[in-house]
């Protein structure tokens, strides 16, 4: 059953604004290759972060709303860990 989720991706800031865009397609390809469908994709840009995360003060932004089978939480989850230049991340049930 496929069932509605929103991720805020941090992308590391050492990126290039350009980069940084094709680390996040690399992720919403992700969800596509494992039976997703990307609704919509907010850019919110570099932004200062609340608090410093791995020695960064910045990061870039970017929202993505998706449906996906729950049962392939765990390997978005596990994708986000593996991504070197993905620093902060979650995942939240619409």
């Known amino acids: 059953m496929l069932n509605n989720y929103e991720s805020m991706v941090v992308i590391t ?5 350009e980069n940084a865009k094709k680390e996040n397609e690399s992720i919403k390809d992700f ?15 570099k932004k200062r972060l609340a608090y410093q995360i791995n020695k960064f ?3 870039y932004y970017f929202i993505n709303y998706f449906t ?27």
């Open 31 to 45: 969800i596509k290759e494992n039976g997703g469908e990307i609704i919509n994709s907010n850019e919110w840009g």
């Open 68 to 94: 996906l089978d729950s049962t392939k939480l765990t390997e978005l989850d596990r994708f986000y860990k593996l991504h070197e230049y993905v620093i902060r991340n979650n995942i939240l049930t619409k």
């Open 13 to 17: 800031p050492t990126l290039s604004e």
């Open 57 to 59: 003060k910045e990061g």
